[in-house]
């Protein structure tokens, strides 16, 4: 833990930039001034300031994007935020499970024991799931996943394993499938609703709708 | 500069052969997805007509080769690890024996160079005898196009 980190996340403790936060980081894109503001009720300039203030604490990206619509001030490029790539963690007292989580899928992939991790991280996920009652997307929700409906399709905007799935990228994606199935398994769901459908900077897997819907 | 990618597999059985149907018929629609992809420049192709034709060499038959170029290390990365690609990674084994070794080789070549299989090949075999460097690295030790620009290979290869 940084005194950065402490200090970028203390600046969430206001609840207009929390909601200003949350906003870009669920639109999973480039988000405008005019439109945080819409979405959490506060003035455009109020927006601005805070969405700066997050942008100077490295918890925000802010561009330029060029405007679609045409007519008088169409020329000017609107500023827009997304979610700054880099990650903030705080831990008191002090933690690191990352440097040990590494080593750990370095040694999986040395031993060539895929099938093992697999067979963990789907009983791993039995238990998370099991003896809950809401559906799969509340339990996924809650550990960090960030799901969002894409047509029939279920999808995670976000990867809790990020790091790891960067440094043994078929190794973690295929234990976080492992995972997800498992949870579905615990919930008396049906497992086989989860797959792997990568896309650039999402998570691995995504669910298909039930047959219900 | 753009990077040139290598790498092996050992089948478990003959390309024709049974064990290996599925993966020869996800041949089509992956190779489909890499020609397709942001970043693919090249790839060494057996066949322009048969897209489940795999390269041909004197490496051994057991061994399956696949050899591409792409425009940097991000694009061929998300190409193998995500997008639909990385389920047929996961079913690796299936269809191809654990390899002790390094069985994948990149490094950097100028722009509108196709390197050769037998360069690709030298490059392997140095990444397993003196480990990652510039002229042969892996994305676990992983070097920018900087790092290549000054390497007498580059050179070499510009003449």
């Not at chain 2, 059985?13 to 024709?16: G, K, L």
């Given at each position: 833990m940084s005194d950065d980190d402490l200090e970028a996340l203390a600046l969430l403790h206001d609840p207009v930039r929390r909601s200003l936060y949350e906003a870009v980081a669920a639109s999973g894109g480039d988000l405008g001034r005019g439109e945080a503001a819409e979405i959490t009720g506060v003035s455009r300039t109020l927006a601005g300031h805070h969405l700066d203030k997050l942008v100077d604490a490295g918890l925000l990206e802010s561009a330029f994007r060029q405007q679609e619509k045409k007519g008088p001030g169409s020329g000017r490029p609107a500023k827009v935020y997304r979610r700054a790539a880099g990650e903030r963690s705080v831990s008191l007292p002090p933690r690191d499970y990352v440097a040990l989580a590494s080593v750990l899928a370095e040694v999986v992939d040395s031993l060539g024991a895929e099938e093992a991790a697999e067979k963990a991280a789907r009983a791993a996920g039995e238990r998370l799931g099991r003896?809950?009652?809401?559906?799969v997307e509340a339990v996924l929700r809650e550990r960090g996943y960030e799901p969002y409906a894409d047509g029939g399709t279920l999808r995670m905007?976000?990867?809790?394993f990020h790091v790891l799935s960067h440094e043994q990228p078929l190794l973690v994606c295929s234990m976080n499938l492992a995972l997800c199935q498992g949870v579905l398994e615990g919930l008396g769901d049906?497992?086989?609703?989860?797959r792997l459908d990568p896309r650039p900077g999402e998570c691995c897997v995504a669910l298909s709708k039930t047959k219900q819907d | 500069m753009h990077l040139a990618e290598l790498n092996i597999a050992h089948m478990r059985?003959?390309?024709?052969s049974p064990e290996l149907a599925e993966f020869v018929a996800a041949l089509e629609p992956i190779n489909t997805l890499a020609d397709g992809y942001p970043g693919f420049v090249w790839r060494m192709k057996e066949s322009e007509e048969d897209p489940t034709a795999t390269l041909t060499h004197?490496?051994?038959?057991?061994l399956l080769l696949n050899f591409s170029v792409w425009e940097s290390l991000d694009s061929l990365w998300n190409y193998v690890y995500?997008?639909?690609h990385l389920d047929v990674l996961r079913r690796r084994r299936e269809w191809f024996l654990r390899m002790a070794e390094p069985y994948m080789v990149m490094w950097w070549i100028p722009e509108g160079h196709i390197p050769s299989l037998a360069e690709g090949m030298e490059r392997l075999e140095r990444l397993k005898a003196e480990g990652p460097s510039p002229e042969a690295f892996t994305y676990k030790d992983s070097y920018d196009s900087s790092a290549a620009a000054h390497l007498p290979a580059a050179a070499e290869a510009r003449k």
């Open positions: 003896g809950r009652s809401e559906p905007r976000n990867c809790p049906d497992p086989g609703r989860a | 059985a003959p390309i024709d004197e490496y051994g038959d057991h995500r997008s639909a």
